[in-house]
């Protein structure tokens, strides 16, 4: 007969103890069941107690007497509780405690403690894993969500990702805003500096043949004077869109359309730095030097604007109206630039983003930068004077432009004429305006602080937006000004043109359609992956544009069939024999 030894077993069933026995097979496996339906029910009823007793998410170690284990996606703090995983972890199996937390690639905790896990800025970045701080980062990257390059690596804007400076000369080539501020630099310079050289180049017939051609195609594409307006109404709408790429910066977009928004800010931003790989030749490059460079730089050109008009007015006094008025155009034109930038750089000093604690405080523009310091408020009192700079201050300009308007306001608010076409053609001629024209000659003579209106929708929707700290708010908040500016336009028809104004309605509309797709996927009513998304931001930046180039064509046409075609001159190349 079939024997079986069970030796000194000791089984946890209602404290069942069993000695060295010695039966058959058949009577020891009923009794084995028998010890182990009770093993399983005091398991159950013990389980149960947990789960009742100190909640769902505990359970308990076979054989265990106490709630110890923290079900699945769930994990145990240091106080012995169980807590849910917060996103961006992997909790898939039972026992999960929070120095063994697995974050997920893209995502940063800063320490073995912490219980918040942030989603980091640059895709690529970050690691995961079981790791914390600067050990998740990967290679080139440090810092607070690893959005710090390391030295001898620097912050690739339109890539957004950090790259070995071996690559910066690459990096900045292969950007297209360079190349295209290149193209119209060298246009310009080439038309200044090398016009006649080139003539005397090429002859008298190719030059006479170059000209004839040049005057039908300017017969053919001639722009209507309301094209510069137009122009300057398109690249504000383009410098406010361009900066949601930091105003909007944790709002989650379409790809394509980042990388738009990303190109749109280096072409109108004029922040020269932010393309060229500073950090290599300056390491510790950051959101100071910045903020000094976009300050003072602009004085120097400033100075150097007022040096060229006092030796230009040394030299020929009777042109003096000329050179004032053509200086303090490009004065005006360089602050009326300006004024985004700085609005943006300024109130972002004071934009911080606190994490799980007060000690963990960095500037959201530049994470290398802790805010809780005495030289970052150094900084902030700076910031503010320099609000106040006539040269693009988000304070200083639009007081400038008042008290400016406010000083002829009689001849720019009321010229002589009995209709509108007589009062603009009669303040044109006016000797003392022409120097301030840029900030008047736009708009009707009732709307002639419309500038002034301008610089605050254009402060309101960059960066003043960076003061507030809820992301959401922010989407309504530039949904509200938008809705401001659409409804101002609408009543007051600022500009004398009537094409001007309905191109400005489209693009605060385009910008408003921003905003709005914006607060969407903040509330989680679209995903940022859907076509209807991508297409609905992409309309919202090129609206303005695409209008503006119907108008333009459009005026072209009606000019080339009223006006007769050139006639070819020849001398303009007769100066070169």
């Known amino acids: 007969q079939d024997t079986f030894n069970f030796s000194n077993a000791t089984v946890f069933a209602d404290t069942v ?46 054989g265990g007497s106490d709630c110890g284990l923290c079900l699945k996606d769930n994990y145990m703090d240091n106080d012995g509780n169980c807590q849910e995983c917060p996103d961006g972890t992997v909790c898939d199996r039972t026992g999960s405690t929070l120095g063994q937390l697995v974050v997920e690639e893209d995502w940063f905790r800063f320490a073995a403690e912490s219980t918040e896990v942030y989603p980091c800025p640059y895709e690529g970045h970050c690691k995961g894993g079981n790791l914390t701080a600067d050990a998740s980062c990967k290679e080139g990257t440090k810092g607070p969500l690893c959005a710090v390059c390391a030295h001898n690596w620097f912050l690739d804007d339109g890539a957004k990702v950090c790259k070995n400076c071996d690559e910066a000369t690459a990096s900045f080539l292969e950007n297209p805003a360079v190349w295209i501020l290149l193209f119209f630099l060298g246009m310009c310079l080439g038309i200044v500096a090398l016009r006649k050289r080139l003539a005397r180049w090429l002859g008298p ?63 109108t931003s004029f922040d020269f730095i932010s393309v060229i790989p500073v950090e290599c030749s300056y390491p510790g490059y950051n959101a100071y030097n910045k903020l000094l460079s976009l300050t003072i730089g602009p004085v120097c050109v400033a100075v150097l604007l007022g040096a060229a008009f006092l030796i230009q007015w040394h030299r020929k006094p009777e042109r003096k109206a000329e050179f004032e008025q053509r200086y303090f155009s490009i004065f005006l034109l360089l602050a009326y630039i300006l004024l985004t930038t700085m609005s943006v750089v300024l109130f972002g000093i004071f934009d911080c983003d606190e994490f799980d604690t007060k000690d963990r405080t960095f500037l959201a523009s530049d994470y290398s930068v802790t805010c809780n310091t005495a030289e970052h408020t150094g900084y902030k009192v700076y910031a503010v004077i320099s609000m106040l700079s006539p040269l693009g201050g988000p304070v200083g300009f639009p007081l400038m432009a008042f008290a400016l308007l406010w000083s002829f306001r009689r001849d720019i608010a009321s010229p002589e004429g009995r209709t509108l076409q007589s009062q603009i053609r009669h303040r044109r001629k006016n000797e003392q305006l022409k120097p301030l024209s840029f900030l008047f000659d736009p ?64 693009c605060d509309m385009g910008i408003f359609g921003v905003f709005l797709v914006a607060s969407l996927l903040v509330s989680g009513g679209a995903d940022a992956d859907s076509a209807w998304v991508s297409l609905a931001l992409l309309a919202s930046v090129f609206i303005g544009a695409g209008l503006v180039t119907l108008v333009q064509v459009r005026e072209s046409r009606r000019l080339a069939s009223i006006l007769p075609p050139p006639e070819t001159k020849i001398e303009w190349a007769a100066n070169y024999n």
């Open 205 to 267: 017939r190719a030059v006479n043949w170059i000209q004839e051609k040049q005057l039908r195609w300017a017969h053919l594409f001639r722009v209507g004077e309301s094209f510069p307006e137009q122009t300057k109404v398109l690249f504000s709408t383009w410098q406010i869109i361009g900066f949601t790429s930091l105003t909007l910066k944790d709002v989650v977009m379409p790809k394509a359309f980042t990388r738009v928004v990303i190109f749109l800010n280096e072409l």
């Open 443 to 506: 708009f009707t003579p009732s709307n002639c602080y419309a500038v002034c209106i301008d610089c605050l929708r254009r402060i309101g929707l960059t960066g003043f937006l960076t003061c507030i700290p809820d992301v959401g708010l922010r989407c309504t908040t530039g949904v509200l000004v938008a809705m401001l500016a659409i409804s101002e336009k609408l009543a007051s028809r600022p500009y004398h043109d009537s094409l001007t104004n309905s191109i400005a309605v489209s």
């Open 17 to 62: 103890s069993i000695g060295l026995v010695s039966m058959g097979c058949t009577q020891l496996q009923q009794r084995v069941n028998l010890i182990l339906t009770s093993i399983e029910r005091e398991r159950a009823r013990y389980c149960l107690k947990c789960s009742s007793e100190k909640g769902s998410a505990y359970s308990s170690r076979e």
